[in-house]
């Protein structure tokens, strides 16, 4: 398992924008699919974004499509939200989520229970 760190959350007023991002230790970064999700306070855990072997595989949900970018950097074990136009909805503790594939090709993971490891989480609080 690789161990993630987030980093980039905090307070922003509706329309900003942030970026987030996620290191992960180990050698094998190349081979997880990397995926980031969000739990506001009294709500389930909801997928927001994922992306498999490349910058071009990458998967959204609906809310977020245009305003939110994920992309990775395998050289620096790091992937990145870029999230702009924010808003109050968006508001959330966003995690982190490596799901090893074994592999140098394959697609992004949407499904939460699929992922080997988590961050402990940054929040994003956007205001109105």
């Known amino acids: 398992q690789v161990q993630l760190v987030e980093a980039g959350g905090g307070l922003v007023q509706a329309g900003g924008s942030l970026r987030l991002s996620c290191a992960a230790s180990g050698r094998t970064f190349n081979k997880y699919a990397m995926g980031w999700f969000r739990q506001a306070p009294g709500a389930e855990r909801e997928f927001v974004a994922a992306i498999g072997w490349n910058n071009g595989n990458t998967v959204y949900r609906d809310s977020v499509k245009v305003r939110f970018t994920i992309s990775r950097d395998n050289a620096k074990n790091t992937v990145y939200l870029q999230m702009n136009s924010l808003k109050p909805e968006d508001t959330a503790v966003y995690y982190c989520?490596?799901?090893?594939?074994?592999?140098?090709?394959?697609?992004?993971?949407?499904?939460?229970?699929?992922?080997?490891?988590w961050g402990q989480g940054t929040q994003v609080t956007v205001s109105s």
């Open positions: 989520g490596a799901h090893f594939r074994d592999s140098l090709y394959f697609n992004p993971t949407t499904t939460a229970r699929l992922y080997d490891s």
